[in-house]
């Protein structure tokens, strides 16, 4: 088995990617949890550019890791200075990284226009920097920017920047498809003319603006490059840098090349969720191998058939990879769904079952109405236990108002009052709120906390409206999503109506009933 070695750089270039910002405690938690998936090389930043990156490396200085080694990153020296009087490499050898990336350009376009500068003085540039760094005792890389349009626009000089690289001591060398234009054919046909030129390490380092940063990065591997830089969820600027998740499932799973160890692959699921958390970037739902989409079933067909064998629908087991089947309920699924999620819940039914039939009805009638429970656990388990008369009423509600009122100093007030009844007692509450929709909430919980303490404990985190038939204009039904949490559980109910404020209540009411029968709470 080959092995190829895997190079993260979502600290740096992933942090490039719009919507990221990373604080130094950030970036300690992902460099811990790249340690423990085994990843060979960990790119933490670029110490030269700002004090936060400085900082980080220095932290990490006094840190041990198991597996990855810290790699610093940073540019050739400019042109026509000494190497050890650029600031940029002084503060690259101040960070106390053992390894070190320098990036430094190979396409004469840029030498010329960005740079103004000759293409030798680049050379010498390149041949000084990578002589400092190993005089200083570092293991250096050059990660060649922009090497396939270089390469294309002028072969033979594009091959000197590497040669210089090697020359002077490099370990390896990196082609970068930095503008992520270059097509997988045209990757594999330049690594593979490459390849017997450098007897040093060769890498790769897709961008992903053509959509083809993974597969790139699978064709050089298969052309002979023996390593891989990568991003975990495909962060990175524009379009974001090649996915190492794909990347590491595909190399291990269907190219048979060792990059982690065997039992570190069911952590890729873990590590991909995490690190999209401290990203504060919603995971992707339908991210290969790792969202929770990647194994979900949701026609009927395809529900039928996985049952009997899942190798019908899925194209590896996803508990390798520590993700996990879901059959969704929606009309789409038909009898199979509902009887799956049924099982899940510890009822007991049959598809013969005329209690099954008429299930499926319900949600078939609701699901048309606009009702979208794939997205809304919650209220399908509410919708079961009511049918199976498993549900008692926790509360009746008497009435409520909303009052929203826009002051002249520009404030906006909003106010909910409710009157319902609890065991036979009327309760009577008025509470103000953010929005109208808080209040509501902030109301409800009032009248409830003296039977129910435990609401106490939970608090929504997510609310969405969409819109279902906009044509329909201010008369079309809205459709809300709440998202409910206590210490132990995330879960998801949904309300309908063309009243924005009834659909809320609707989604709101269910979450409050879920959290008690989850308590079980008489
Ligand atoms: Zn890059």
Redesign the pocket.
């Known amino acids: 088995m080959s092995k190829v070695k895997l190079y993260d750089?979502t600290l740096?270039?992933g942090a490039?990617g719009e919507g990221i910002s990373y604080s130094v405690m950030d970036k300690m938690r992902i460099t811990k949890e790249l340690d423990m998936l085994g990843i060979h090389y960990i790119e933490g930043g670029w110490p030269g550019s700002n004090p936060k990156d400085m900082e980080f490396y220095l932290k990490m200085a006094k840190t041990r890791l198991e597996n990855s080694a810290l790699v610093a990153f940073g540019s050739t020296r400019r042109p026509h200075l000494k190497a050890n009087q650029d600031s940029n490499l002084k503060a690259i050898l101040k960070s106390q990284a053992k390894i070190v990336a320098i990036?430094g350009k190979t396409w004469d376009l840029h030498i010329t226009d960005v740079l103004k500068t000759t293409p030798e003085e680049n050379l010498r540039m390149i041949k000084d920097t990578v002589d400092l760094l190993v005089a200083k005792g570092k293991t250096a890389f050059y990660?060649a920017?922009h090497f396939f349009d270089a390469y294309k626009a002028n072969p033979k000089y594009s091959l000197n920047c590497l040669l210089a690289a090697q020359a002077a001591g490099a370990r390896a060398v990196v082609l970068?498809d930095?503008n992520g234009g270059t097509l997988t054919s045209e990757i594999f046909k330049v690594v593979k003319e490459i390849r017997p030129r450098i007897n040093i390490g060769l890498g790769i380092?897709?961008?992903n603006d053509s959509g083809l940063a993974v597969a790139n990065s699978l064709a050089a591997v298969e052309a002979g490059v023996d390593m891989v830089?990568g991003t975990i969820n495909g962060y990175?600027?524009r379009c974001g840098?090649a996915d190492l998740i794909p990347i590491i499932a595909n190399l291990k799973l269907k190219m048979g090349i060792d990059c982690i160890d065997k039992d570190k692959l069911k952590e890729l699921t873990h590590v991909s969720h995490f690190i999209s958390e401290i990203s504060n970037m919603r995971q992707k739902t339908d991210q290969p191998f790792v969202g929770p989409s990647a194994f979900a079933h949701k026609g009927g067909v395809h529900i039928n058939a996985v049952m009997k064998n899942p190798k019908t629908y899925e194209h590896i087991d996803p508990i390798i990879i520590g993700n996990r089947r879901r059959i969704l309920v929606s009309e789409l699924a038909g009898k199979t769904g509902i009887l799956i999620r049924a099982k899940e819940l510890e009822f007991d039914l049959t598809k013969e079952d005329p209690k099954t039939k008429k299930i499926l009805k319900l949600i078939q009638n609701l699901e048309h109405q606009g009702y979208h429970f794939e997205a809304a656990e919650a209220s399908f388990e509410l919708l079961m236990k009511k049918a199976f008369k498993k549900y008692n009423k926790f509360f009746e509600l008497e009435g409520f108002r909303v009052v929203v009122e826009k002051r002249s100093d520009k404030r906006i007030a909003s106010e909910a009052i409710i009157k319902l009844k609890v065991r036979g007692i009327q309760e009577h509450t008025a509470a103000d709120g953010d929005g109208p929709i808080n209040a509501l909430d902030n109301a409800l919980r009032k009248a409830l906390k003296a039977f129910y303490p435990t609401l106490s404990k939970m608090h929504l985190t997510d609310f969405k409206v969409r819109v279902l038939d906009e044509k329909a204009g201010t008369a079309a039904k809205v459709r809300v999503l709440i998202q409910s949490q206590d210490e132990k559980d995330i879960w998801n109910t949904i309300g309908l109506s063309e009243n924005i404020i009834e659909a809320s209540w609707q989604a709101l009411v269910d979450s409050v009933e879920y959290k008690l029968l989850k308590d079980k709470i008489k």
């Open positions: 750089t740096r270039d490039q990036f990660d920017e970068c930095t380092h897709c961008h830089q990175g600027e840098n």
